[in-house]
C-alpha cells in the first residue's frame, strides 16, 4: 500500500511490504530531511538530548519503518504477534527514534514538543513505563539492546511466526561485550529471522573509535562470528535498501545477519558532520537556525 | 509447641526442578534457560520433556538476562537459572534494565544461594543476592524454607505476572512442609504460635528456628516461629500482629546484615512498632570453602544461636 501525501504527515496504514512495493528515493529524502529537524528542533527544545548519532542513523531508520518493516501503527501491541519488531539497543537515538515513529503514524507529532520534559511520554532514552506506542523495551545501558532482540526472534521462531526482529547498534556500543555474547547466541541459535544493524559512524563520545578504542574491522569482526555480513552506505538509499533485501533474503540461510551502515555522525548539517562533538551536545539557538536552513522545509511540516 | 517431622532430607534445587517440570506442562508458555548449569540448576527433566523451550546460554549470564526478556516480551514466561552470585551480582544492571525497568515477566532461578554452596568457597556464595534484588522496584523476592515449598513457589512463580527472584540452595536440608500447599506470594507462615518471641526467618533458617523453638520450649520459653519466605513484599501484617503480641524479635537468615530480611523487619518496626530486635546472619563478611554444616555453625547461623539470640531479645524488652 503506497503513501499517501498530506499535509503534515503521511498516512501509512497497514503495511504489508512487498520489495517491489518501495518509496522512491525522493519520498525517503523527503521524510529523513524531517527527521532531521525533528531531531534538531526536539533537542533544543530539551536543552538536552544526542543529536549526532540520531542524524547518521536518519537515512537507515526512515529506510527501516517506511519501506522495510512489517507493522500497523494503529494496532501495534508489544508483543510484537504477526509483525516486524525494532530494539533500538544503542538507546540514546531517542531522537531519531520517536521522530521516525511519529511520522509513520505511531503517535502525533505534536508529542515530539514534549521530549525529555517531566511527566513525558517521551522520556530520554526508551521506556515501556510510559505507554508509548512503538516501544518494545527500554534500553540506554548500552550493550543488552541486541540481547533482547535474540529473546523477540528467539520467541518468534517458537511460535513459527515468520516476521522479523530487526536491532540498531552503536559501533562504540560495540565495545561492550555483551554484544559479542548475543552475537555468539545469535549464531548457535540460529537466529536468521534477526537483522542487526551497526550505525558505523566512527566515533563515540571522547572521540574517534580508532582513537578512544580502536575497535579494528567491524566487517571482520561479524563474519568471524558466524553472522551474514553486508556493508552498505547509511546515507545513500539505493545502498540501504539493498542491504534490507539481501538480509531479508537470509531467512532460511539459519545465519543472522548484521548489516553495517558506513555512516557520518551529524550528517546533514555542515557544522556537525563528521566530528564526535555532536554526540550528546545541544545546537546553539544560532545554530539550529543554521542548521535548518541548511536541511530545508519539507511538506510534512515540523510539528 | 507444634511439631514439624523431617519426611527425608532434599535438596532446595531440586524442589525447583521438579516445580519448574510441573509448571512447564500446565502452561506451554513457560521455557527455562541456564548458563551451563543445567544439571546444577535441576533442569534435566524439563529440557528433556520440552527440549525446544529449553534454552542453553553458556557461560553468558547478562546476555541470558536480555534473552530471556525479550523472550518474555513476545509472551513467553522465561526462567533462568544459576548460581545465585550469578544472576545478581554479576548482571545486576542486565536485572535492571531489562527485567526491573522493562517490566519483562522473567523468573530468576537462584540457586546455591548463601553460605551453604559450601566448598567453591567466596567467589561463589553470595550474601548479598537478597538485598541486591530487594532494592529493585516491584522484583518479589522468595526464599522458600524446603524442597516442597521451592517447588511450589515454583509453581506459584510461574503464574504470576511479573518478574520474581525465587532464591534456593544447593545441600539436602530438612523438608517439612505439605507436599502440595499452595504457596501465596506475600503471606507469611505463621508456624507456631507463641507469646514471649517471635522468630522470622527464610530459606535454611526456617528448620533451624523450630529447632531453636523447641531449645527454648525446654527452658520454658514459648516462641513464636514464621515463616518469612516471601521477603519481597514483606507481609507486614503478620511481622506487627506478632510484634504486638510477644514485643521481642529474633530474625534469622542465610544472608549478610546489609540489606536482607533482618533490616526489612527492623525497618518496618522502626516505622510502625519500635521493638526489641536481634539478628542471626552473616554480618559483614564473606564465605570460604567448608561443608554447608560447618559453613553454618561457624558463622552462627543455626538454632543454638537463634535460642541466644531469643533469649537476648526477651531481657531488652
Redesign the interface.
Known sequence: MKGIWRKKCIFVGIRNFTLSDMYSNDQLQEVSTQVRRDILRMVCAAKSGHPGGSMSSTDILTTLYFNVMKQDPATWT????GQDMFILSAGHMTPVYYSVLARAGYFPASELATFRTFGARLQGHP???KSLPGI??????L??????????????K??KDDNFVFCLCGDGESEE??IW??G??AV??KLDNLIAMTDWNGKQIDGPVAEVAGEGDLAEKWTAWGWNTIVAEGHDFDSIKKAFELAKAGKGSGKPTMILFKTEMGHGVDFMAGTHKWHGSVPKPEQLEDALKQLGETSLGDF | MKKYIDTGKKDTRSGFGVGLLEAGRADSRVVALTADLKGSLKMDAFAAEFPERFIQCGIAEANMVGAAAGLAITGKIPFIGSFAEFVTGRVYDQVRQEVSYGKANVKIASSHAGITLGEDGATHQTMEDMALMRALPEMVVINPCDFNQTKNATIAAAKYVGPVYLRFGRPSVPNFTPENEEFVIGKAQILNEGKDVTIVACGHLVWEALQAAEILEAEGICAEVINMATVKPLDEAAILDSAVKTKAIVVAEEHNMAGGLGEAVAGLLARALPTPVEFVNGKDLFGQSGTPSALMAAYGLDAQHIAEAAKKAIARK
Open positions: 508489544r508483543d510484537g504477534k521506556s515501556i513505563r518494545f523495551q527500554a534500553s540506554g545501558s550493550g543488552q539492546g541486541l540481547s533482547a532482540a535474540c529473546g523477540l526472534a528467539l520467541g518468534k517458537l511460535d561485550g555483551q555474547e548475543a555468539m547466541f548457535f541459535h
